[in-house]
């Protein structure tokens, strides 16, 4: 069974830190993970990653893939109030039933808070 | 900018009854898609729904459940006779063909009393 694994579950930091949040995932066919945060409802995207090493940067957020050990880490730098929200990691896997066609299997999920 | 729209926000059905929850998808988007949260808990893909048949189902997804795209544009899933255990957030999302990134929906709250 396909699973995506992510820690900690929850995070209480304060404003300024950095924070770096894991996702592990064991699927049968990879095709890219994906980050939300998802804060009062949605959630909204915040990167994709397809390649090992590659790092992708987004203003204090970044966030790189190893798809030898299976995982990614998605880091915070210097964090604020507003970064307070539950992130996601999804990993995109092939459909059995459409080749072609793709679904998302999520993690639990990190509830950060970031406190003043 | 497009989005994705949902209705109702907030659904309250008896157990046994059947709801309907709608989704308008970002107009030129093929790939459809619904999950449901239950609260505290993760994300749980439901349905995947590409040249207007489904393309993946998940265990969830048993036959009280089914979707439709009636007129083009609203994607819509019905829950046929809805159990205490149905109570959850419910989002939409679609996407573009050769893109990644779904865009999701505001969810609609399902509570079954």
């Known amino acids: 069974e396909d699973k995506v694994v992510q820690s900690p579950l929850s995070l209480v930091v304060h404003e300024g830190d950095t924070v770096t949040l894991n996702c592990s995932y064991e699927v049968t066919n990879f095709r890219s993970l994906l980050w939300y945060k998802q804060e009062k409802k949605a959630p909204t995207f915040l990167f994709m990653l397809t390649s090992s090493g590659i790092e992708k940067k987004s203003g204090r957020l970044s966030s790189i893939l190893d798809k030898k050990e299976l995982f990614s880490i998605l880091n915070i730098t210097a964090t604020q109030t507003g970064d307070s929200a539950v992130y996601l990691c999804?990993?995109?896997?092939?459909?059995?039933?459409?080749?072609?066609?793709?679904?998302?299997?999520f993690g639990t999920g990190t509830r950060l808070k970031v406190l003043a | 900018e497009p989005e994705v729209t949902q209705t109702p926000s907030h659904q309250v059905t008896q157990m046994g009854q059947e709801v309907i929850l709608r989704c308008v998808p970002i107009?030129?988007?093929?790939?459809f898609y619904w999950y449901r949260q239950i609260l505290g808990q993760k994300v749980e893909f439901l349905v995947s729904?590409?040249?207007?048949?489904?393309?993946?189902k998940s265990e969830i997804f048993d036959d009280q459940f089914s979707v439709e795209r009636p007129d083009g544009s609203n994607f819509t899933l019905k829950i046929r006779s809805t159990k205490l255990e149905d109570s959850a957030m419910y989002f939409c999302a679609s996407k573009i063909q050769g893109v990644w990134e779904q865009f999701f929906g505001p969810g609609t709250r399902l509570t079954v009393l």
């Open positions: 107009s030129n988007h093929l790939y």
């Open positions: 729904f590409y040249n207007n048949e489904i393309s993946e």
């Open positions: 999804a990993v995109e896997v092939p459909n059995f039933l459409t080749s072609g066609t793709y679904k998302y299997i």
